[in-house]
């Protein structure tokens, strides 16, 4: 793997692929960060801890341990990042910049082989691991979609298989990310004044385009779901309440076995299911995608249902991505 742009999501990426015996990463591109900084960043953090292993600066390396060589360019034109030279085969595109296909492309002509956006894309295509990952037929520029995509779909395709839905509404309560601010300021984009106000003591609304994108990984689901976030003031780890009306009666214990078995099964490790009495900080680098807390389900009657599932939106989603690559990889 190479990694452009070394924020959250780019750390956890590489740690996420360094943890998975079966990838690297080789090379990581930041034009924002002095290497002996990226080295600070990437030892500590606030919420998963410090990292176990040595992690040092060496001339234009990061050295992880006595094994891990990893390149550090400062490019910020993304045909001068030599990934072909370095053997990054596979990049995650982490800036939240380059997420068109024209705009990621761009890693293709430094000898990178495919591009894996860690956001949503106006025209890339999407794939969710668990959902619709085996379609894939050889893009070369694709998105991992959203953590909150890759909580939902799960829940969404075992639901719909089982039970058909007819039409759902999700809500995701969302932990704090970068694109808020710490105190009242001008919001980023000057669009989403909302998102201008304090992250530190509010619950703030805000659009969301993840139950809309189910659609474009179930084909069948496209136009049934809709949903909005609300971002709250905590660091990690999210929760998605998705209320369905299902075309089969069924009880809410049927739906929660559904879902356990789910779990157990075709989604083991990427679908989780839970009856303790469980709250978000349980669940903080837990690497699973969605996991359903069946304590929290409710049921208005056997076709009206309200699903509560926990992911970590951080570890889950980066986990995801070093997956999605290396299936890309198998089928090269």
């Not at 550090?72 to 939240?96: L, Y």
């Not at 430094?110 to 295509?125: E, H, L, M, T, W």
């Not at 201008?196 to 619950?203: D, H, Q, V």
């Not at 069946?294 to 989603?317: R, T």
């Amino acid at each position: 793997l190479g990694v452009n742009g070394f924020g959250r999501i780019g750390r956890l990426v590489v740690r996420a692929a360094l943890d998975n015996p079966d990838s690297t990463v080789v090379a990581v591109n930041d034009p924002f960060l002095p290497v002996e900084y990226a080295a600070y960043q990437f030892k500590h953090d606030s919420v998963h801890g410090a990292y176990p292993g040595d992690i040092r600066a060496e001339g234009d390396y990061l050295l992880v341990g006595d094994s891990v060589k990893i390149r550090f360019f400062a490019e910020r034109d993304p045909t001068k990042i030599p990934w072909g030279e370095i053997g990054a085969d596979t990049i995650c595109e982490s800036t939240g910049v380059f997420t068109t296909q024209e705009k990621a492309a761009l890693h293709l002509e430094g000898g990178a082989k495919r591009v894996i956006i860690s956001a949503p894309s106006k025209d890339a295509p999407m794939y969710v691991m668990g959902v619709n990952h085996t379609k894939y037929d050889g893009a070369t520029v694709l998105s991992n979609a959203s953590c909150t995509t890759n909580c939902l779909a799960p829940l969404a395709k075992v639901l719909h298989n089982e039970f058909g839905i007819v039409e759902g509404l999700m809500t995701t309560i969302h932990a704090a990310t970068a694109s808020q601010l710490v105190v009242d300021g001008p919001c980023k984009g000057g669009k989403d004044w909302r998102a201008g106000r304090s992250a530190m003591n509010n619950l703030i609304p805000a659009s969301t385009g993840a139950a809309k994108a189910v659609g474009k990984v179930i084909p069948e689901l496209n136009g049934k779901l809709t949903g909005m976030a609300v971002r709250v003031p905590t660091a990690d780890v999210s929760m998605v309440d998705l209320t369905v009306r299902t075309e089969k009666a069924v009880s809410g214990d049927d739906i929660k076995a559904a879902l356990k078995k789910a779990s157990e099964g075709e989604l083991k490790g990427i679908l989780g299911y839970t009856d303790l009495a469980v709250v978000s900080q349980d669940f903080v680098h837990d690497p699973r995608s969605s996991i359903v807390d069946g304590a929290a389900c409710i049921h208005l009657n056997d076709n009206f249902h309200k699903i509560i599932s926990w992911y970590d939106n951080e570890w889950g989603y980066s986990n995801r991505l070093v997956d999605l690559a290396l299936y890309c990889h198998s089928k090269a």
